[in-house]
């Protein structure tokens, strides 16, 4: 049956199987991987080997003269193209090759295109550059006192007011510091029963997507086309369209499937690069970084938190004061965001009365750090959460019943004075420790097993204020199809929006047609990021599907069909034209309401349209001779608003606490001044079918999200939040050991364990 | 350009046969994507560890991106573009463990999901009623970024089930 119309099931909330599960399982999936065109370039790259130093020389010649090379390009080449070839989201610090200098091992430096790929990585080993080395700063809190200054002058972008102060500063390598205040933390900290502060680290890490990024440039005459695997289409377009000083509509930006993306391919990453290359070469260019390449091209930032609580005789925090440093690497890409954006939710999701935040992103010699699943949440709760257990235990109370006790509630302010709403803080929390049985008995373990258990719980809001626009197009039959930029990198945002449109128009989800992001083609959306697609463009969707539907009415008006009766959408065209003929044009916009934060306090009344709420709960054995962590169950707890695919949020849920699950117990990029020394999937590990935990659920909690679409809120990076700490916690109440920085490897665990047995580990 | 040596080789790929001239440095995934353009089978690491680009090789699962294209001469290869048709019964629909994939949500970008495939389907042929552990252990060499992997074991699972009571005497 080729059914169009639903006749009764609802398509909100209903497991449909992802729209292309078809074309995947059968590898006919369209990724820009698999992209060719005719006359295609392979470009490769020279890469930086000193994480910071003048350039004295590049000699390409040997790589020039290499049979079957077409062109080296080095970034004096670029600027006889484009006179200021810098870009960046947040700001214009990131040459497209480098020049005059450069700023972590790793930075393109040249780069060789050649009709065989394999001859362009040939003549990319042949290029010699010479460099005088400069004095590097690679950890983040000596970064803001180094003599070592990674950018001589601050470049923001202009996109942001609240960076606009900081263009042409020098001699800082201070990209943001963004302040909070709320109360007074000081008198609460002088009255005081109870005083914690604490420092905690989290480690550089990488998103691996399967597919490493990858992107083409097609030069027309004044035009470019683009195919990449992008997070961003509308902001790749915007970017290119300033570097080249062109109109938008003379660049296309298409993005089929991505083979995954967590933050990786947001923004512009290899896009200007093949742009440039493509109109120098006058030929289609296609740049496929290795799996290793991109470990130097993007990566989470490592950081340090260290946090100060006052804690009454009532177990009632009064007072928290956070300091935050982002290692944002060589250049900010989106790490200025990451340090307001996430800093002011630093001091969780507690009713805290005194509140400081100081959130200072910071540039290093590393390579550069942007978006991961999260945002920085993850980072933030790993500290908060590690910080309000020993809390907990530093007053002896249950850390359960601790943390009901200081929760936000609805209506309550958070630190920026925000009123909280729709965001399930207790219900999750309460959920967890349920599920947990926390109340019963727990079976500790015995000999050199030793069991423990723990909970952890985090709140983001998302990033605000940002737009999404949809086209929804009716045509004569009856069918329906979505013209949308949000890209589907794999969380299921094509059959999510499709059940919106299905559910608005009384059609069959699987029946609704998704056209992939094609800026000649999509409206514009900010970006695929940060759980935003459900929530902004699932109201732009909604918005669309509404205006088609009001114009139908009006059609069916107009021809003299009765309002309410049941006629077919194609017998309505029918009428109307004669024959099936026509289509109706839905069109939404959806930007929600915002109120910017004040300077210097953060404060705000409206800082965010909607938050997510996400807890673990840890079951593990510790082997106290190997120091061997075993997670016997993971349970993950979410706030998701109504779910729009149920079964797809399950596996949102599941594959965002896998990815922390690594995060937290191994992966770690290995750096020797600066150099990451085990930049590939055989030396970093990632988490694989062995690490999954012996249980894992994944629940989520009854709620509704009342400005989102049917309810629904995001729900991409919820699952990470709580897993880092809820391990690290596990840990302590298994055997006495606290860890203070990821990750939590059996190493550290048995160095905890000697130590508190005053035996010390050679080493 | 071509950079010394080639050699023709005959490959039988989802049960075509290729003839073709092809460098002796080239490897199998190339062949397979750029010469016969059959571009399910991906490549994620290109050094043998995450099983994106796992084919079946004379019916053993194998790594496409570490074995040259000279090595095959003379194989039958199945790729992701060959699995529907595996099973005669199957023929022309999809093969039950790509419908379970569906069902089950074993997939998320994708990009992971032919080598789950044909890895797994390897496993069901040698042993069509494996334990939880078995399937954890067979794809323990493949992986994926997106799922957190849960999906793809109840596919593998439910799919032994449902083919063992196809075949079962009524
Ligand atoms: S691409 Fe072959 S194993 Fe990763
Ligand atoms: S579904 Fe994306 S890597 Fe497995």
Known sequence: MNEIRSISAKQVGRDVPRLESRQKVTGRAEYTHNITLPGMLYAKLCRSTVAHGRILSIDVSAARDLPGVHAVYTGETIRTLIAEPYFGPAFHDQPILAIGKVHFVGEPIAVVLAADPYVAAEAAQMIVAEYEELPAVFDEVEAMTSAAIVHETLKPAGTFADLKHLSGKSNTNVA?????????????????EHVFEHEFHTQQVMHTPLEPMVSIAEPGDNCLTIYTASQSPSFVCTEIARLFGWRENQVRVKVPYL???????????????????AMLARRPVKLSLTMEEQFYTITKHASTFRIKSAVNKDGRITARRCEIFWNGGAFADIGPR?????????PGPYDIDNVSVDSYALYTNRPPAGALRGFG???????????????ARGIGMDAVEFRRRNLLREGRPQATGTLMHDAAIIEVLDKTAELMNWTAPFERGEGVIRRGRAIAIGFKAVVAPTTSGAIVNLSADGSAALYMSTVDMGQGSDTAMAQIVAETLGLVAERVKVVHPDTDVTPYDMATLGSRSTFHMGNAVKLASLHALEQLGAMAREVGLPEGTNYEIRDIFLKKYGMQAGNIIGVGSYVPPYTSPQK?????????????VGAAGVELSVDTETGHVTIDRL??????????????????????????????????????????TNAS?????????????????????????????????????TATFGVSPAIANAIEDAVGVRLTSLPLTPESVLRGIRALRGEKLEG | MSWGESRTITLTVNGTSYTREVEVRFHLADVLRHELGLTGTHLGCEHGVCGACTVLINGRSARSCLMLAVQADGAEITTIEGIADIDGPHAGGLHPLQEAFREFHGLQCGFCTPGMLTTLIELLRDNPAPTEEEVRIAISGNLCRCTGYQGIVDAALATAKNLREATAPA
């Open chain 1, 600 to 612: 210097g306090t953060g404060l705000s009344d409206n800082v965010t349209p909607f938050w997510m």
């Open chain 1, 681 to 717: 999937l055989a030396d970093y590990k990632i988490p694989g079918m062995h690490d999954l935990p012996t249980v894992m659920d994944n629940v989520i909690v009854d709620n509704n999200q009342q400005n989102g679409p049917y309810g629904a809120k995001g729900v991409g990076e």
């Open chain 1, 176 to 192: 943001l510091d963004y302040q909070l205040r709320r109360g007074d933390t000081d008198a609460a900290f002088a009255a005081a």
């Open chain 1, 635 to 676: 349970i993950n707890v979410a706030d998701v608003g109504r779910p729009l695919n149920p079964a797809i949020v399950a596996t949102q849920l599941s594959g965002a606490a896998m990815m922390q699950l690594g995060f937290t117990l191994f992966e770690n990029m290995d750096l020797d001044h600066g150099q990451v």
């Open chain 1, 377 to 391: 949440i993850p980072q933030l709760v790993w500290a908060y959460e590690s910080h309000t257990d020993l809390l």
């Open chain 1, 259 to 277: 083979g995954g993306g967590f933050g990786a391919k947001l923004y512009i990453k290899l896009e200007a690069l093949v742009a440039a290359a």
């Open chain 1, 338 to 346: 990451v340090t307001q954006k996430s800093g002011f939710t630093s």
